[in-house]
């Protein structure tokens, strides 16, 4: 037996409706029940539940929960965290002669997955005991070209979290998702498995710890410029400056407001980095990647104004092009060799974490961060911008995006389990890059229903 069909011309479902029972329990029947935790959530308000739907075959009708029948034989998907709107408030009402109180309401939610008659959802009243309500009608609408469903809804019983109604209840539940609306609004799947699920509580702690970490830690609140740290000059890094802004907003920290941002007019300055290509997510960008950024003082710079506002700042040094594209413009200048400096590098000794990529390899150890020591080229190794082997775990994940890949949510946490360990100079170049990553991971990698 079909569960609902559709009518072309009409739009409307023609559903098979059970017969919902009310569940006469002490709770619901006392007159004197506080039933304020029924009509707390007005028209327009976002309703949190746990929403229970049936698992039906082809052939299946629809049937109201019934704690009688084995659990084989009546089965449940549990959404957890799920969002209903509400269209219609809860209305309580009296309706028979035993004043037994019965109490409906209506609401709406996205399609993320179809609703059935029967199929039911639990709520947490303010008096912390749980509603458990049951979908009694369905109708499929078009909302600004979404698909959304109008739903309508009994109070089956109140009951409470440790009843043998709820146990008998989750007993049925095979698969359980959690609803993330913030994946919906991106065009993500907003339904994830429970591994998915506290993956993402995790990522999404780590990214608020390191946003906050890096300014309290880098921050220069005299001048309000991130800086290179542990220098024995003063030196800024513009194009790492321009991607923090590009990756950082105020939801993240409101002291991305208040950082210093120069504006600086150098065609050679403003060259394709890496920088340009994260953001842009461009993997053929890297072969055009100016690698060769050194420090360079800006007294070989100060013809230019934009450079002088920095030394306001006392600002000695600026990240350059050591050797600057001349395909755009000859370089007036040849930078003399005793200009450019090289940074004064300092990392721990352990950078390996030892990994296995099946149950079937044997474990084996990378380098979770580029050795900053031994990089000739900028910020990545030489063979990353020539997408080659022996890349580290970062340098792997950051390809992995620049492909519109993936994310490895297990390589990820394992590099942030090492956060607190990375040099300052390590932190102010990858946390950048640590952040862009975490949030492509809390957008893309979940699970359909």
Known sequence: MAIASYNNSKSSLVQNEPNVPVYRTALINNRDTDIAGLVQYVSGSKWVVTYYSQL??????VEVFDNNIPDALQQYTVIRDFLILVDTPISPQAYDVQNTMTSTGSGKYYNVFPPN????????????NIGVFTITSVERMTYNKETVYDISYTLTTITTEASSYLNSLNNKAIRTFYYDKNNYKLNASPLLDPKEYQTKISLGGSLKKIINSYFKELLDTETNLILVPGQKYTIYDYPLSEFLF??????????????????????????????????NKDIEGLSKCNRDLKPTSLSILNNNMSYRKLLYYNVSHIMYPSVPDNSIEVFPTVLPTNITIPLTVTSPNNKNINISFSNI???????????????????????????GSGLTILETLVLDYLKDKPIDSNLLTLLLAKYDLWSRLEQYYYAPVVVILIKHALTTNSSYI
Not at 56 to 61: N, T
Not at 376 to 386: D, G, L
């Open 56 to 61: 039906l075959g082809k052939d299946d009708g």
């Open 117 to 128: 008659i029967g199929d039911l959802f639990t709520a947490r009243l303010i008096n912390n």
């Open 246 to 279: 590009k990756v950082i907003d105020s939801a993240d920290s409101p002291v991305i407001k208040e950082l210093y941002r120069p504006s600086i007019n150098d065609k050679y300055l403003n060259q394709y980095t890496i920088w340009d290509a994260i953001v």
């Open 361 to 387: 390899e044997p474990t084996t150890s990378l380098a979770y961060l580029p050795d900053m020591s031994a990089l000739t080229t900028y910020v990545f190794s030489s063979s990353f911008y020539n997408d």
